[in-house]
């Protein structure tokens, strides 16, 4: 029997996505056709079958394959609180050192070598979801540092179990000082203490003083 054409046939399949199935015995190799001479039967036509499966390749970090990108199957969440004084002396400053949290996700993606498609599974591997990695899969709650004189807009900052889709996060703690008044007077020494004038000044607790009405 000639089987060169399904030689090549087979051979473009192999190259192609197929491999040959180890659950049904077929009458070929990876080689190509076992060799085979027509029977004398005339009566019954000889048949020779070969049982192809789909391949299937697992993506990830580590091999993202064709079609696809390291990012496809890594990212990062991160959320970043900063601290600045509101007001009174400092404002504007950087109250405390900025806190950075991150999360850290990963993923695989299974496709079908025959199709080019995804799938759920093949050849052992499973697609699966977005998932934490490492020893921080939460963002911790965060206590705001306490400093003296001033009050921060939130004691602290919750803890939150973020997803692969959560997006980055930015959180601004502020910290606001009192108010504070100041009494200027002009005495009369010589005349028992005389109160000659006087003023009110308000402003941010560390702040200068305004000296500017007296005179």
């Known amino acids: 029997v000639n089987f060169n054409d399904a030689d090549a046939a087979l051979k473009n399949y192999l190259a192609n996505g197929y491999a040959l199935s180890t659950n049904k015995t077929s009458d070929a190799t990876a080689d190509g056709f076992t060799p085979a001479d027509y029977d004398a039967d005339s009566s019954v036509d000889q048949v020779f079958n070969v049982y192809l499966v789909h391949t299937y390749t697992n ?3 580590d091999n993202p394959g064709t079609g696809y990108d390291k990012s496809d199957f890594e990212k990062t969440v991160t959320r970043t609180i900063d601290y600045t004084y509101g007001n009174g002396p ?3 400053q950087t109250a ?5 949290q991150n999360v850290d996700f990963t ?3 299974v496709t079908d070598n025959v199709t080019g498609k995804e799938v759920q599974s093949g050849g052992g591997y499973t697609t699966t979801d977005w998932k934490a990695t490492g020893d921080d899969t939460t963002w911790a709650q965060v206590d705001s540092p306490t400093i003296a004189s ?3 807009s939130q004691t602290s900052v919750a803890e939150v179990t973020p997803t692969a889709d959560t997006p980055n996060t930015d959180v601004h703690v502020v910290y606001t000082i009192g108010a504070q008044k100041a009494t200027i007077n002009i005495i009369d020494e010589t ?3 005389k109160n000659l004038w006087d003023a009110t000044e308000t402003g941010d607790a560390g702040s200068v003083v305004n000296f500017n009405d007296v005179g």
């Open 59 to 61: 993506h990830d970090k």
């Open 90 to 92: 400092k404002q504007g």
């Open 96 to 100: 405390a050192p900025t806190v950075t």
């Open 107 to 109: 993923r695989n993606i």
């Open 150 to 152: 001033y009050t921060p």
């Open 191 to 193: 005349d028992g203490d």
